[in-house]
């Protein structure tokens, strides 16, 4: 085989590796194998000195051809190469916008966070404020401001934690109540409150008692507030609650900070008072303890009880919840599961 055929067949298979090489590496790797200062072009151009004159310039110059066409066939190939790759990596990154995102988890508030919000809406549309208070609290507030002195034996029926002989978690919102009355000025009108939030008794947990609960309580202090009062309020905050053909009974009881002082029941929202699980088959449901604040309570606040007079009254969220929703354990209200919470979404 003549030198000029060795170089033409050295031209055809190279071009065919380079047609075939896939990547840019493979291609580099063919152009230092042919081409580089060890490869076989140079090697002629090397072993140039043995030829005679007469052919030394034509094996030169077809050589130079050579080399010459196969670096452009590897030009051509290596910019095709990155083309391709280009393209590829373009694909690859690329956003498609019109793919549906990805929902973000949305909460939701706790259903007995929104009960509270829509009793104190009720409220604020009828004058009243909404003051919230300490869960740490002072005995003084909590129970002696309340008409229950140390020894007074109804304070067993709202045990509580004890952080110290004086110092106790709240039992009930009522402190709430005496620390406002101490402040309030009444030549710039009477006194309408609602205290909303958590109340603490050592109350052994069963479906029906949590030793930690809610409580929204009301007090309204004026010149000439009676019963009727207290009654007309009620009736109209449990009709906004559960329909307008709601009515309600009062039945007497007692309580240590409200003379005289009331059971309030409701028409059963379900049966409309014929009867049935929810009311027990009476038709009516005990739904809140109201009463006239006792005079004690108003003259410990500094409020003169022969000319002013009020009524107060406490529902507890959890109860209204329970009743509404028709949930059989108050516990469910405390633990956190998601299951259960994710049923009330709200409006
Ligand atoms: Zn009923």
Redesign the pocket.
């Known amino acids: 085989m003549s030198l000029q055929e060795k170089l033409e067949a050295l031209k055809v298979a190279t071009v065919e590796k380079i047609k075939a090489a896939e990547d840019l590496q493979l291609l580099n790797q063919i152009r230092v194998e042919t081409l580089g200062k060890k490869g076989p072009i140079t090697e002629v151009l090397r072993g140039m000195k043995d030829l005679s004159a007469e052919e030394r310039p034509k094996i030169g110059s077809f050589a130079n051809e050579i080399r010459d066409a196969l670096t452009a066939e590897i030009e051509e190939k290596k910019a095709a190469l990155e083309v391709a790759a280009m393209n590829k990596a373009l694909a690859e990154e690329s956003i498609d916008v019109t793919l549906p995102g990805k929902k973000m988890a949305q909460g939701t508030r706790h259903v007995l966070t929104q009960i509270m919000e829509e009793i104190e809406d009720i409220f604020i549309g009828m004058g009243y404020q909404v003051v919230e208070g300490y869960e740490v609290e002072q005995d003084h507030y909590n129970f002696e401001r309340m008409n229950l002195p140390k020894d007074h034996p109804a304070r067993d029926m709202q045990d509580t934690f004890y952080i110290s002989d004086e110092i106790l978690i709240r039992t009930h919102t009522s402190p709430v109540q005496a620390r406002t009355m101490e402040k309030h000025d009444f030549t710039k009108g009477p006194l309408r409150m609602i205290s909303p939030g958590k109340v603490f008794r050592r109350d052994t947990d069963d479906a029906t008692h949590s030793h930690q609960f809610h409580q929204i309580e009301g007090l309204v202090i004026d010149e000439h507030i009676t019963m009727g009062d207290l009654k007309g309020t009620l009736e109209a905050l449990m009709q906004r609650m559960f329909g307008a053909d709601r009515e309600i009974r009062l039945r007497p009881s007692y309580f240590p900070f409200t003379e005289p002082s009331v059971e309030v029941d409701v028409s ?1 929202f ?2 409309g008072g ?3 699980n ?2 027990k088959h009476t ?1 009516w449901i005990e739904i809140l303890g109201a009463g006239m604040v006792h005079p004690n309570v108003l003259e410990m606040s500094g409020i003169d009880s022969e000319k002013y007079s009020g009524f107060a009254f406490g529902l507890g969220p959890d109860r209204i919840a329970m009743l509404r929703y028709g949930v059989n354990d108050i516990r469910n209200f405390y633990q956190n599961d998601v299951r259960f919470i994710r049923q009330f979404k709200g409006e």
């Open positions: 059963c379900k049966c014929a009867g049935c929810v009311c038709g």
